[in-house]
């Protein structure tokens, strides 16, 4: 038997995969049919043909790759003699060094479909002639053309699931830091389904030319799978941290840096996994059936004068428009994250070829947030996010994202790059608005209480950002760079503080968790001081939940998740008990320090100077008409500000008010100060916009409001004639929660009511305070959701509640909510 040339030094000298290939899968073809003949020919002069299937029917044998064969016969050898033959023939093959993997099949056998063996007929769309019979291989060429045209929906249908499993195997990601060339997404494999696909299409369907596009992508997987072969002395096809090393080192490698070439890997595995899930889906949407069609055609209705709905798949009316208007590229994505369908294979390319356009477009500073934030609050909110990613518009809108690109931190620890772990963060996070079972439950009602989920996408989108830059900490670095991002995408200033500030502290949960003592009461007072406020305590804790579970699969232990939790929790205490005890002392008689003089510290941290100034100067008019009031509108909703002297009822007639004239009541904040002044703020929507379209109701509120805090309007009369609607009917009601805290405060009782919201809540809750001869020394309302969750510090003749006090004003809560 001729023996197999020694290819590695030629290999490792010139980097050549294809010559490899090509001269390995010649020789192994050699050494075959040399053994055929001596000891196959003399048993079997016809019946049996020797067909090579797989890699090695592609030609494409690496160095240390399985030979796959198919020995086609006319019928299963049956006498000893036949049986000895074959057997001298493979081992012939296993003992000079041949990995032969062989399947005995007859033509009835190869064309027939075997349940749970897929894998044969998938084999067979790479078969070739070796040697042997050549009537008896004509035969299953004729056969096997048929079988395939009469089985193809039913092959499609199984190599298309085959595919996606193995996709899921993977997270349906290219980035892994130490990635498996052959199974992984964007792999060989991927390359092997795009000829497949090919293959199984109706003929009289021309299909684009992917592999054609992906030459360079190829030889580059082509050359790390053949160097790998060499490196261990078998079939490794998994690029190990070393190995990744080690390939840097070779004559044919042009200098780089690891970094650098896994860059380059993770770019061409990119192309390579769009491409196969582009030949994925335009044979699936060629093949409609049923119900399924009927429901596809409907879908199409939803078409715009821009936009064509078609199998399920977007598609451009006009595509020339992209360059001359670059926006239109986000008008589709916007599309794509309301209706959750993505654009079509062309409809990707043409926006490819519009990126430079793009670019340009966005380079100066335009209002790109407004689009941003309308698509990352929609429910397919990551679909949109992972096709801007895979179509490069992410980093034509944000040129700086690029850095981040493949960008990989080698340690045992992080599974993914840089961009794809800041996207599982972003699906991480967008998963929880589905809701979640068990302890993460938790976390997916947090997020029900925040007010902004596309500023938290955002934050996310920015918080490693600045991982590639050398500097004091990458949060920092990130910070710094999203500022200039912010800048250039008109996001609001206070948006942009915001940001910024969960941008710079997305660690600080994490670093109590692992490095603070929980039960020490300076912990709880640092993390609250680092928070500022329980708004931002929320947004940081669902962060850092979508963070940790970013980095593995497995990193979000139990454990983790349950110590995540404490952290937030003793947060979240430190923060409530500091709305009461945590005061303003100045120390000073000018003006504005006396105003501040005993308002909580939160007061200062959720009010800039401009604001503050503000409620001074609107101090001085309630000084002088026993009641300040100031109402604006911001954006979507109004701003109600009070200041007044503290009286019974106020804070239930302010509300009442509101109630009444149908305002529904999303925020709510109420202080007083040390001589007894009170300010009270509301956020609150106009569902029916009376204010918008009446503009002249806006003076008429006020004065209503002004009768309200003075005492001299009443607000039951005006709730008794409105009709109040029912709750929203939900899959699930909330049952109201309520909880009292005697130690949070040194003189009040701390009340935390969560419960389903509705017109005229806030109100009934204020109403039982007051019938209860209850004073309210602090309030902080917040409504997501339809969940109100709201939080009372209480006193009762200037002194706690009793328990019994508690247990009577529980149930009074509780039937009021119900």
Known sequence: MTPLPDL????????????????????????????????????????????AVGGYGRSELFPHSDIDILILVERAPQDEKSRDALSRFLRTGWDGGLHVSHSVHTVEECCALHPGNLELTISLLDQRFLCGDADLYRKLSSRLQKFIASERPTIVKGLIR????????????????????????????????????????????????WLAELREEIRFLFTARCYLHYAAGRDQNVVQFDAQEEILKQPFQAEMTVAQWMRQYFLAARRVFRAAKQAVDVVESSAPSGLFSHFRDWRSRMSTSEISVSKDRLLLRNPQMLESDPELALRVLRFTARHGLPPAADTERRIERALPAIESHFASERPLWNHLREIFSLPHAMLALRTMHETGLLGALMPEWRMIEGFVIRDFYHRYTVDEHTLIVAQNLLNLRAGADGPRRRFAELITEVESVPLLVFAILLHDIGKSIDGPTHAYESARLGDVIMKRIQMPDEEQMFVRFLVEQHLILSSVMNSRDLDDPSTAKDLATKA???????????????????????????????????????????????????RIHTHSSAPAHDFLEGFPSRYLRTHDKDEVAAHIALEEKARKDGVGVELVRRGGVWKLTVITLDRPRLFASIVGALSGIGMDIVKAEAFANAKNEVLDSFTFADPQRTLELNPSEVDRLRATLEK????????????????????????????PAIYFDAEASAHATLVEIIAEDRIGLLYDLANVFAESNCSIEVVLIDTEARKALDVFYLTKEGRKLTENEQFVLEDRLRAACQ
Do not use: C
């Not at 593995?552 to 003793?570: E, H, K």
């Open 8 to 51: 590695r030094e030629r290999f490792l000298s010139d980097g050549n995969p294809v010559a490899i290939l090509a001269e390995r899968t010649a020789s192994v073809s050699q050494v075959i049919a040399e053994s055929f003949q001596t000891y196959l020919t003399p048993v079997f002069p016809e019946g049996l043909a020797m067909v």
């Open 162 to 209: 085959q595919t996606r499993e193995r996709h899921e195997k993977f997270q349906n990601t290219v980035y892994h830091l130490e990635p498996n060339l052959k199974e992984a997404p964007g792999g060989l494999r991927d390359l092997h389904v795009i000829g497949w696909l090919t293959k199984l299409q109706d003929p009289a369907r021309e299909l684009p030319d």
């Open 532 to 582: 500022g406020t329980v708004e931002n305590l929320r947004y940081l804790a669902l962060m850092t939940y979508a963070d940790i579970s970013g980095v593995n699969p497995t990193a979000m232990t139990p454990w983790r998740l349950d110590q995540l939790w404490r952290v937030y929790s003793i947060g979240l205490r430190e923060l409530t008990r500091e709305l009461d005890t945590d």
């Open 708 to 735: 309200a805090a003075m005492g001299t309007l009443d607000v039951r009369q005006m709730l008794e004639r409105r009709l109040r609607p029912s709750p929203a009917k939900t899959a699930e009601r909330l049952r």
